[in-house]
Nanobody
Framework: VQLQAFGGGLVQPGGSLRLSCAASGRTLSNYNLGWFRQTPGKEREFAAAIRRSGSNTYYADFVKGRFTISRDNAKNTVYLRLNSLKPEDTAVYYC???????????????????WGQGTLVTVSS
């Protein structure tokens, strides 16, 4: 499956963005999906994930209700809504997919087989 992430940009603190990740080549409904982020010199960090069924979602502690992951299997797309953005949310955000994750690894970036190219989110006044 090929993934393409987009929707990043420059936003002021407290603002919102919606990231999208469109898939091609395979039906996204067969994949568990995740969003990760990375800043220079740091390891890729888990942000959110959603199971194939769409009924279970998982978030990093730093999200604290500000982000929402969702999927639209009909559009073969996964979304990450970012609200109440802070300067420390500045990062490149990546979407990822894997067909066979177990729950204990859903927050582990190395467990995902397929990655999008990343989209830059900059939170600054």
């Amino acid at each position: 499956v090929q993934l393409q992430a987009f929707g990043g940009g420059l936003v002021q603190p407290g603002g919102s963005l919606r990231l999208s990740c469109a898939a091609s080549g395979r039906t996204l409904s067969n994949y568990n999906l995740g969003w990760f982020r990375q800043t220079p010199g740091k390891e890729r960090e888990f942000a959110a994930a959603i199971r194939r069924s769409g009924s279970n979602t998982y978030y990093a502690d730093f999200v604290k209700g500000r982000f929402t992951i969702s999927r639209d299997n009909a559009k073969n797309t996964v979304y990450l809504r970012l609200n109440s953005l802070k300067p420390e949310d500045t990062a490149v955000y990546y979407c990822a997919a894997d067909p066979s994750l177990i729950l204990s690894t859903i927050r582990t970036w190395t467990a995902y087989d397929y990655w999008g190219q990343g989209t830059l989110v900059t939170v600054s006044s």
